[in-house]
């Protein structure tokens, strides 16, 4: 048998709305692990991709889902690191070159080689494959880009620590978010509420910096210490040089400078949501206190592992809402208007 077909929800052209398909998964090779999907989460990069927004011709039909958990329902002969009926997870990608220096290093989401990261759906993979993501029942991995969820994180729950949980945590971790460190968290949303649980969680004392108040209750319930309106201007004034960390999730436009004054000296503003257009920014507001402007993105398999096992410890997950997958176009609409606390997860059983 050279593969097998599977039910998914696919995207069958940019801007048209999802149905269930079928789409051919590889038997599992060798290193391959083959996982029964259990829960997707709905990530806003979905969204772009399917509706052709990110500048790619796409390869339609697209099944979208980066954030996967699921359990092994079989191994290939060479498998060494996991074993039928572990709990799994994929996130963004599911393989990179191997023999540049950030995949060797453990930095495959940097992948420089020929091969670049492949991501987890709309990709074309080292056998020349169209990759197909989580919005399905089952999916291969090379066994390297799998993960392994802590028993302590309910599956669903796992799901978004995927892409969400990291995109925030290593971020998080590399400018070293801990006692003694003032940490703000723009946006309150499937990004920003986990990186308020985990910089909480590192011991740093949490600002969220979000549009208005409306969600000042759950930012100080998810572990935030102090909540503040961006629109209102005597936030940027009563928190001028305030925060050692600044990390921004929105990808909305937004005044960079602004968010500037509101670090320490040698202070970092870091951008890991992704507008459109570029942002404008004074050098001033950078040089005169040593500021600076960074940007990351997701993390690298042992950094992965390193979140999974941080959260299982602390008990995070994603605060979740569950959908049927006949539910996901009216999840997507519902996630353009910031309409989820805090993010969709799909149950593939009803796939
Ligand atoms: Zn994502
Ligand atoms: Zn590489």
């Known amino acids: 048998m050279n593969h097998t077909t599977v039910p998914a929800y696919a995207a069958p052209s940019p801007k048209a709305p999802l149905e269930r398909i079928t789409v051919p998964r590889r038997a599992p090779g060798e290193h391959d692990i083959l996982i029964e999907i259990k829960y997707a989460g709905i990530c806003h990069s979905d969204l772009h991709t399917v509706r052709g927004e990110w500048g790619d011709d796409g390869n339609f039909p697209i099944v979208p889902g ?10 290939g002969s060479g498998v060494t690191r996991y074993a039928v009926g572990d709990r799994v997870g994929v996130g963004c990608f599911v393989d990179s070159c191997r023999t540049c220096e950030n995949c060797l290093a453990g930095l495959q989401q940097y992948c420089t080689g020929e091969l670049g990261m492949v991501g987890t759906y709309g990709a074309t993979g080292r056998d020349g494959q169209v990759t197909y993501g989580g919005y399905s029942t089952h999916i291969v991995v090379d066994e390297n880009y799998a993960l392994r969820i ?22 998080l971790a590399h400018w070293k978010a801990g006692p003694g460190k003032k940490v703000a968290i723009v946006g309150l949303g499937g990004l920003g509420h986990m ?26 319930r998810l572990g935030a210490a102090h909540f503040h309106a961006t629109s209102d201007p005597a936030t940027f004034e009563a928190l001028a040089g305030t925060f050692d960390l600044i990390v921004n999730t929105v990808s909305a436009d937004v005044d960079l400078d602004a968010y500037l004054g509101l670090l320490r000296t040698g202070g970092t503003l870091v951008q890991v949501g992704a507008p459109e257009k570029p942002l404008p920014i004074s050098p ?22 390193e979140m999974l096992d941080f959260c299982g410890k602390h008990g995070l997950g994603a605060d979740i809402e569950l959908i049927r997958a006949d539910q996901i176009n009216e999840a ?4 353009l208007a910031s309409d989820v606390r805090y993010r969709f997860v799909i149950d593939t059983a009803t796939i």
């Open 150 to 171: 802590p028993d302590s994180i309910p599956l669903d729950a796992a799901a978004p620590l995927l892409c969400a949980g990291i995109t925030l945590y290593s971020p």
């Open 66 to 75: 980066h954030e996967i958990a699921g359990v092994v329902a079989a191994v």
């Open 332 to 335: 997507y609409e519902r996630v």
């Open 195 to 220: 990186g308020v649980k985990i910089a909480h969680a590192m011991g740093a004392e949490v600002t969220v910096l979000s549009q208005s108040l409306r969600k000042k209750d759950d930012g100080l």
């Open 284 to 305: 001033f507001a950078l040089i005169t206190q040593r500021k600076s402007f960074a940007g990351s993105m997701i993390g690298g398999i042992p950094e992965t592992q």
